[in-house]
């Protein structure tokens, strides 16, 4: 199957996107002025207009004013919007926090164990029947989750939060059909007061003038490296089937491994086995991907 220009623009953008996120995940390295929950406090603070202002000129206000709709008149709906906006606003603190402060591995494996742990929900959530490349690729992590537990006896709760959380959280978005870019807005919405307050804890504006100007300059590079790396991934979105989209997840994992070695982290001898188990489920489920895409088209 020959890959149209359609779609070559689609892998760019979301290849684009995927090293925007590394980016800023090493970015975090130069804003030593902050702490982790400050970075995330920033990241929220300025994340959020620039994510107003990309569904305005988009044209999709119209999923914020449908999702609105069913607040008002459900207010069981808007526990759910609670709930999915703790689950995303755990993840997005997580991904700022960690690197600062040694997790930058757990948080790159939670990411390769988490498209492991969405193959598992859709087959008990959704009775989706799992391919024979799934089930290798489960047992592989499986694997390299009994590794981990071996030589360390738990899996680090970062580890966890990614890789349980994460399909916890598309599982609420896919039940409560708002899986789309109004469904992200509102789940921002409850992490603006958490951002205010972090920032106003962490005290950078209360410091000397020459402090207080370089961190400015760096969050906003902080905030524009957020705002083009969300809206490279919505791009590239309409251009890729679900397969594709599907298999470039991995390519964010990966560069975020790279970052966490950058950044000074290493692997254990012991631990290798778990990565390599990894990597083999990964691989396991990309082959898959690469035949399902493979297969011609039924007219």
């Not at 804003?31 to 044209?59: A, H, K, M, S």
């Not at 989209?245 to 012991?270: D, K, R, W």
């Not at 082959?287 to 895409?293: F, G, K, P, S, Y």
Request: with cysteine; charged share 5%; glycine share 8%.
């Amino acid at each position: 199957m020959s890959i149209s220009s359609n779609t070559t623009l689609g892998v760019t953008l979301n290849v684009i996107a995927s090293m925007l996120f590394a980016l800023m995940f090493a970015y975090t390295a130069l804003l030593d002025v902050l702490q982790g929950n400050e970075i995330y406090g920033w990241r929220i603070l300025l994340t959020f207009p620039c994510l107003t202002l990309f569904i305005i000129v988009q044209g999709q206000w119209s999923q914020v004013q449908r999702i609105y709709q069913r607040i008002i008149k459900n207010p069981y709906f808007l526990l759910t919007r609670f709930v999915s906006s703790a689950l995303i606003g755990v993840q997005l603190w997580l991904f700022m926090w960690a690197p600062a402060n040694g997790y930058g591995l757990d948080v790159a494996l939670g990411y390769f164990m988490m498209p492991i742990a969405m193959v598992v929900l859709g087959a008990v959530a959704f009775r989706e029947k799992m391919s024979t490349l799934q089930k290798v690729s489960c047992a592989f992590a499986v694997i390299g989750v009994l590794n981990l537990l071996l030589i360390s006896s738990s899996l680090s709760w970062v580890t966890l939060l990614i890789c349980l959380g994460y399909p916890l959280y598309f599982w609420l978005r896919q039940i409560s059909q708002t899986n789309n870019v109004g469904g992200l807005w509102f789940d921002m919405i409850p992490s603006l007061p958490i951002s205010l307050f972090f920032i106003i804890q962490g005290g950078v504006l209360s410091g000397d003038l020459g402090t207080v100007f370089h961190a400015t300059w760096l969050i906003l590079g902080l905030g524009l490296i957020s705002a083009l790396a969300l809206g490279f991934q919505s791009l590239s979105a309409p251009h890729l089937n679900i397969s594709l989209f599907g298999l470039l997840v991995y390519v964010e994992p990966i560069l975020l491994l790279g970052v966490a070695l950058m950044l000074g982290e290493s692997i254990q001898g012991t631990e290798w086995l778990t990565y390599i188990a990894i990597w083999l489920a990964v691989s396991a489920l990309c082959l898959e991907a690469v035949l399902h895409l493979r297969k011609p088209a039924i007219a």
